[in-house]
């Protein structure tokens, strides 16, 4: 993991406290198979698939399982990596960042710290002022649409 990763996430296991508990079946009721996939199996939607990836309208991304804000349309850029992409979550303790050496590859897993569902990846190549790019699949948010206060970038 990079230095710059290292310094603004703060790594959790995957047996951190949740504010949400529910049952994996009660999870598979409650959500499409393709958000179940996504959040609960650690999924990946197919790039410039999702529908918010091209999303521009003002408004706040929340958790699609638990309804957690997670992060604001004033964070969010256009990577060209076929997912949302956003540079900061809407606070520090939205997300959780979990290192995943899945597949042969030292990625950042990151998760809706309120009910630890998978939201997507964060990777060290993003804009200022974080140089952080969250690469979140739009299976994994919810968008409500409204105005956004501008302290949030």
């Known amino acids: 993991m990079t230095e710059s990763l290292k310094a603004t996430s703060t790594l959790a296991t995957s047996d951190a406290p949740r504010r949400v508990h529910k049952t994996e079946e009660e999870w598979r009721e409650l959500l499409s198979p393709e958000q179940f996939h996504v959040l609960r199996e650690k999924g ?19 958790c699609g399982a638990c309804n ?7 964070t969010k850029y256009e990577s060209g990596s076929g997912w949302p992409s956003f540079y900061t979550p809407v606070s520090a303790d939205a997300i959780e960042a979990i290192e995943d050496n899945a597949y042969g590859m030292r990625r950042v897993e990151v998760v809706c710290a309120t009910c630890g569902s998978h939201m997507g990846h964060v990777f060290p190549d993003g804009p200022n002022p974080t140089g952080l790019r969250y690469c979140i699949n739009s299976a994994s948010l919810n968008f409500q649409p409204g105005p956004v206060s501008a302290d949030k970038e």
């Open 44 to 62: 990946t939607e197919s790039a410039f698939s999702g529908a918010l990836y091209e999303n521009h309208e003002d408004g706040i991304y929340h």
């Open 68 to 74: 957690a804000p997670l992060f604001t349309s004033n």
